[in-house]
């Protein structure tokens, strides 16, 4: 179990713009695979179109920038193939100021 101080450390680096870092944090990787899991390796917006498609990405559907509280919430995670990934990134970019596009989105 994740103990309140790591998650604080963890919450820091994405307020800080490290989101490297949380990505590679032991704790990240450990979550991403819960996520796998509950989803059975399958990308979930493919699966309500009828479709299946290996996940291969594990997606922040509160993002990261905007709910770092939720980042290491199990509910808020949505696993996706890379395709889906990128269009649900790309609607959300639209929506806004395009001022994070140079960045690490994922
Ligand atoms: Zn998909
Ligand atoms: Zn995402």
Redesign the pocket.
């Known amino acids: 179990m994740i103990t309140k101080q790591r998650e604080q450390e963890l919450i820091t680096f994405i307020l800080n713009d490290e989101l490297m870092k949380f990505y590679k944090s032991k704790e990240w990787m450990q979550l991403r695979l819960k996520a796998l899991k509950r989803d059975n390796h399958e990308c979930q917006l493919c699966k309500a179109a009828g479709r299946y498609h290996k996940a291969e990405?594990v997606?922040?559907m509160k993002?990261v920038k905007t709910h770092p509280h939720l980042s290491l919430t199990l509910s808020n995670l949505q696993c996706?193939c890379i395709k889906c990934?990128n269009e649900?990134?790309d609607r959300l970019e639209s929506t806004r100021a395009p001022k994070f596009m140079n960045e690490e989105?994922?």
């Open positions: 990405n997606h922040h993002e996706l990934h649900v990134h989105r994922w």
